[in-house]
């Protein structure tokens, strides 16, 4: 199988690298035995030669994330305080973001962590005009009228 | 990332290259150089087959299997690696080979047409 070939040649990776730069070399050495000392100059970059070999395997692609990695991680190095500023930044929004949907998570979207929360009322008695009782709890809310009866009333 | 070159010489048709190396390899195991240089003088010089583009092929015919690779010691007693076709590769050839007449026939059509 193809992908089992890439697996094993990457972890002989060395190995892989040695033989094909080594092919290469022995490939000069014989044209410039048959053509002249100028045959190196016509077969064109060795190293762009190489890259193109190994870019069959699909190392390309391997090798530029680790080169764009690497050159990430020397930018910070060589700009600190540019770096802490960026992670403490994006350390801080991503702390409140998280802060803030947990609570929301806890009192909106989940149902209260007591047994029968649909059961559970607050009660606020207020004297108020119409000397109505009102109450808020767990998605239902109501009021109590004079006369003590109480509706329920779905909604939030 | 993938990025795409513009390779020095331009390739032919794509594919044809691997079919001129199966063909030549199916002569018997050679080395990068000895497959380029047969193919250049069977040709009479039309092709010339730079290592940037070889070593690209021969990696893919590796990759595909049609070829094996293994070090020896090359008719000058030089350290050559020497290319091997597989099976596959011959069945590979013989397709190749069909479908590649098929087109040159296609195109011979349509510029011997008035």
Redesign the interface.
């Known amino acids: 199988m ?1 992908i089992w ?2 697996i094993r040649l990457l972890a002989q990776r060395r190995q892989f690298e040695d ?2 730069a ?3 070399r ?6 410039a035995a ?1 053509l002249g000392s100028d045959a190196a100059r ?5 190293a ?3 890259e ?6 699909g190392f ?2 391997l090798d ?1 994330w680790r080169q764009d990695l690497r050159y990430a991680v020397r930018g910070f190095r060589k700009t600190p305080a540019f770096a802490l500023t960026v992670i403490g930044t994006i350390g801080l929004a991503l702390g409140l973001n998280t802060t803030v949907f947990s609570v929301f998570n806890a009192y909106l979207l989940k149902p209260h962590a007591v047994r029968d929360p649909y059961g559970l009322y607050l009660v606020h008695l207020g004297y108020g005009e119409g000397s109505r009782s009102q109450f808020h709890l767990a998605g239902i809310s109501g009021s109590v009228p004079p006369e003590g009866r109480v509706q329920r009333r779905h909604g939030l | 990332m993938g990025m795409k070159k513009a390779t020095p010489e331009a390739d032919f048709l794509p594919g044809t290259l691997e079919m001129l190396i199966l063909k030549t390899l199916s002569r018997g195991a050679n080395h990068g150089w000895g497959i380029a240089q047969h193919i250049q003088q069977v040709s009479q010089d039309a092709l010339k087959i730079g290592e940037g583009s070889l070593y690209p092929a021969l990696q893919r015919l590796l990759l595909n299997s049609f070829v094996e690779a293994e070090w020896g010691v090359s008719e000058n007693n030089r350290r050559a690696r020497f290319y091997r076709i597989t099976a596959e590769g011959r069945k590979q050839l013989l397709q190749e080979k069909k479908s590649f007449e098929f087109l040159l026939a296609g195109i011979a059509r349509v510029m011997e047409s008035s």
């Open positions: 193809k070939k890439r033989d094909l080594e092919e290469m022995i490939h000069r050495e014989m044209a048959a016509a077969f064109g970059s060795a762009m030669s190489m193109d070999s190994r870019a069959v395997w390309g692609r530029s």
